[in-house]
């Protein structure tokens, strides 16, 4: 069975400044997605940014950047100057590339981070 | 733009009393599914449809059914609401590109259901 694990239950961050989010998984299988979701307080989940297994580049969206480390099964997201409206729970997920039940989205337990003016 | 949408956002009943949430999506996913999400936790999956096909989650209690009329509309409903099934459901789309299994999943807003 697949688990993911962040190991931050909180952070916080000043304005401007960077911050990185752990997140570790676990996995026997070759061919999977990774995605870091934000859920901003009382409002909607959103894609932030999201991996395909297969893919050595790092995926990079504006801010949001991630470090892929397949061989340690580590996928960390890294925000570069961090905004007020970053403020948010993070959820790290885990999916399978294939179909079924085998194939639904595994979340970790979720960083909340503050970012401070 | 594209987008899934819940309905309402906001519901409160009464403990027993019956009660539907609905999800609609302009995205023409094929696959659409329903979670409860609890104060500071991760998202639970409940079950999901693949097309017309019911997937259920075997620690989903009997309480909660699902239905599908088409491709663009999904309900969940609450048969008896006990107060431990206040939560935030959260309904959400992909699509299946067909032999590798559903891609990304994009979440409508959530419908905050408050038992009293």
């Known amino acids: 069975a697949q688990t993911v694990t962040q190991s931050q239950p909180e952070m916080s961050v000043q304005e401007a400044e960077t911050v990185t989010l752990s997140c570790t998984y676990d996995?026997?299988?070759?061919?999977?997605?990774l995605f870091w979701y934000k859920q901003p307080p009382s409002r909607q989940m959103i894609l932030v940014i999201r991996?395909?297994?297969?893919?050595?580049q790092n995926a990079t969206e504006n801010r949001f950047s991630v470090n892929f480390q397949k061989a340690a099964k580590s996928f960390s997201l890294k925000i570069s100057d961090s905004q007020l409206g970053d403020t948010a729970m993070y959820f790290c997920?885990?999916?399978?590339?294939?179909?079924?039940?085998?194939?639904?989205?595994?979340f970790g337990k979720g960083t909340k981070l503050s970012v401070k003016p | 733009d594209a987008m899934v949408i819940q309905n309402p956002r906001y519901q409160v009943t009464q403990f027993g009393k019956p009660v539907t949430l609905s999800c609609s999506q302009t995205?023409?996913?094929?696959?659409m599914y329903w979670y409860q999400q609890k104060s500071s936790q991760a998202p639970k999956l409940l079950f999901h449809?693949?097309?017309?096909?019911?997937?259920n989650e075997a620690d989903t209690p009997d309480n909660f059914q699902s239905r599908r009329p088409n491709t663009s509309f999904c309900f969940l409903d609450i048969r008896s609401p006990g107060l431990g099934d206040a939560a935030m459901y959260l309904c959400?789309?992909?699509?299946?590109?067909?032999?590798?299994?559903?891609?990304?999943?994009?979440f409508g807003p959530g419908t905050r259901l408050t038992v009293l």
């Open positions: 449809y693949y097309d017309k096909d019911f997937n």
């Open positions: 996995t026997s299988e070759n061919n999977y997605y």
């Open positions: 997920a885990f999916k399978l590339r294939q179909g079924g039940s085998q194939g639904n989205l595994i």
């Open positions: 995205l023409n996913h094929n696959v």
């Open positions: 991996q395909e297994a297969y893919k050595q």
């Open positions: 959400a789309t992909s699509r299946d590109f067909g032999g590798v299994g559903p891609d990304t999943q994009y």
